[in-house]
């Protein structure tokens, strides 16, 4: 993430995620008219704790709250995040904590001695984008496909909402020349979660 809302010190994250029908190569030629910030390899860890129903999935995938570990490049970032929903269970924002680790082994080292052990790996190629108001992600997700991640950077005046703010989003979205899904209100962990589920590699222990 180059931007964020940040509210009492928090990073919030506020973003929209669909599926891309569009062949990469010319998603990619369309989003040329932004600002092109780069192409990135990133691996991402997610982590559950098996003694911390808080820390884990629940039976529908949600996860509410998780550390990631991420790999981007030569550089290594350890987050903590926590998701809300809305009344139909429906991904809103998120609040996130992260910070810059320097030594990516260790930090893995560190999170299974402190009793956290990997959930999902999501191994991705991300093309970013900007605008004044947008970071726009073209996302190439192993196993998953490919999906448009716009987040939220700044706002105009009186787009003082999550509502208003994920409508701005939208409507950006809209706007583009590609075919994309309608929003898919989760997050890429939940979808790895449910895949993985699907074919039976999930590694989830439930605490008692």
Request: glycine share 4%.
């Amino acid at each position: 993430m180059i931007y964020g809302n940040r509210k009492n010190n928090i990073m919030q994250e506020i973003e929209i995620l669909v599926k891309v029908s569009t062949p990469v190569e010319e998603a990619l030629k369309i989003l040329q008219k932004y600002s092109f910030i780069g192409s990135k390899k990133v691996l991402d860890i997610y982590f559950y704790d098996p003694l911390r129903k808080d820390l884990q999935p629940d039976e529908t995938a949600k996860i509410y709250r998780c550390c990631r570990l991420r790999k981007k490049d030569d550089h290594s970032f350890m987050a903590y995040k926590n998701d809300h929903y809305n009344e139909r269970g429906e991904w809103q924002y998120s609040d996130e904590y992260e910070t810059e680790v320097s030594d990516f082994e260790q930090a893995l080292h560190i999170l299974s001695k402190l009793g956290l052990a990997p959930l999902i790996e999501i191994d991705n190629i991300k093309h970013t984008f900007c605008t004044e108001y947008f970071e726009i992600v073209l996302e190439e997700v192993k196993k998953l496909g490919v999906f448009l991640e716009v987040e939220l950077i700044s706002a105009p005046r009186g787009y003082d909402t999550i509502e208003k703010k994920k409508a701005f989003i939208q409507e950006f979205i809209d706007g583009l020349d590609f075919e994309v899904s309608a929003e898919v209100n989760a997050g890429k962990p939940e979808l790895m979660i449910r895949y993985l589920s699907e074919i039976n590699e999930l590694p989830t222990k439930r605490s008692a």
